[in-house]
């Protein structure tokens, strides 16, 4: 009760800050005001970040013609956020809504209280996040979006969001049907996913139907589910399961391997230039509103007039944008992946599907030699570095689940990246601000990794001006009236 209480008033006073803060802001930031595109198509493209983003906007520039430079800070591709995602692969969104944001203040609020005896959905570090007007403002939006958008723009959006990301989940698995090699280094599966309940009232037809997109799901019992996942028979669950979620045909693979594949690719056939270890200091604007430049740790790099550049860096395409005076609505979400090692033969070579323990906030599958389990989204800035005691309680949920891997989990690897969680739960594609050569692809945070081929296609399409033809509606995905002046 008193965990309650306490809960309650952080959260009040978080919903209180944010509006508040982020009213001032608002006012006292201009708005954007847009000029002329490119004249020209481009004949070339810098490309800044190399995550699943990044190399999927690189391959489809450089289907298109265009000769591509990727820029990334880290050492290798996908080294981050790419690194860290759990890799399913779902027709359906998470929602930014209401319910949402009711959700996100109570974990937030809880895990202040730091008496919280299980893993909350999102974790926040108000240390790392009190003094940071660009956090205010995200929330800002988030909570305006969340409580105060009219419901039936809001119901389109969600709609054709969905019909985005059917597209984009098609585009991707006839792209691993194309080229074998993608599906065999990601290591696909269309096992399926196992999601399991503990609440009667979502164990309905009804209330799946609503939280499952497009992607077929039937209800199963526990036993049905132990035979489809024998691992199952073995795990130790926190609660009584009332019923299972089978999603029979979702698909999963590992984002980093199917990111560092296709940049393989894109060096093969399109002769993509990808730079490691370059991280962009800043950028020369003109008169006329075009970059003439990126200034990097190692050179200054000329743009010339038929030169695109997309900002597709993931957390960092808010402080990239920033350097431009344009405010993107993103902020980083910190998620949480260990990855332990199998060295023999276990039960959980069994472990075919994805499972999906929600108590715990568990997201686990499994990679040829690896087990994987994701958890929580923890807001504290662009830190990379884990919290040590969410990797404990991660480590402890999962030996405790598995009771027989608690050895493999102890010793598990810890891998964060930061997810650009958009305030408003839509990718944010499109021309960025007034910028005439300068475009964005980033968000939407939560699964970012299933729309890559279809971020990064629509993102070249955008470039090119051809965006005719599309099964959903464009301007649901673009960035005017969804940005902000610095």
Known sequence: RNVSKMAKRWTFGLAVGATATA????????????????????KHAIVIGSGAAGIATAYALG?????????????????????????????????????TWRRTMKSWAT?????????????????????????????????????FEDSSEKTYKQEELLKFTNWSITRMMAFMNQYPELAQASCLSTDGVLKLLYNENEATEAHQRNSNGSEPFEL????????????????????????????HQAAHASCSSYTRALADICQRQHATTIRQNTVVTGFTVNEHRRVTAIDT????????????????????????????????????????????????????????????????????????????????GEFAGWNTSPNPKIAEDMMAALGNLFPNLRQEWTQSKV????????????????????LSNVFVNVGPGFNGWKLAMGTGELTARVVVKDTSDLPFDVAVLDTPGRLGSV
């Open 23 to 42: 009213a001032w802001l608002t006012k006292n930031h201009q708005p954007i005001v847009h000029v002329e595109a490119m004249k020209t198509q481009p």
């Open 63 to 99: 289907s298109r013609g265009l000769k591509v430079t990727v820029l990334d800070a880290g050492e290798q591709v996908a080294s981050e956020c790419s690194l860290a995602a759990a890799g399913g692969m779902q027709r359906s969104n998470p929602q930014v809504d209401a319910a």
């Open 415 to 434: 891998v964060c990246g930061l997810r650009p969680f958009v305030a408003d739960g839509t990718p944010l594609i499109g021309r960025l601000g007034s």
């Open 111 to 147: 895990s202040l209280t730091g008496l919280s005896q299980t893993l909350q959905t999102f974790h926040l570090d108000i240390r790392a996040t009190w003094s940071d007007t660009h956090f205010w403002r995200w929330l800002y939006v988030f909570t305006k979006t969340s409580l």
């Open 297 to 376: 740790s190692a050179e200054r790099i000329p743009i010339s007039s038929d030169t695109a550049v997309v900002i597709a860096a993931g957390s960092w395409t808010p402080l990239l944008a920033s350097k431009l005076n344009v405010f993107v609505p993103a902020y980083p979400m910190k998620g949480y992946s260990l990855i332990a090692a199998l060295n023999t033969e276990t039960t959980a070579g069994s472990l075919s599907h994805v499972v999906i323990e929600p108590m715990q906030n568990l997201y686990i599958t499994r990679y040829a030699h690896q087990l994987r389990a994701a958890s929580i």
């Open 220 to 247: 199963i019992s526990m036993d049905e589910a132990s035979q489809l996942c024998p691992t199952l028979k073995e795990c130790v669950m926190p609660g009584n399961i009332v019923a299972v979620v089978h999603q």
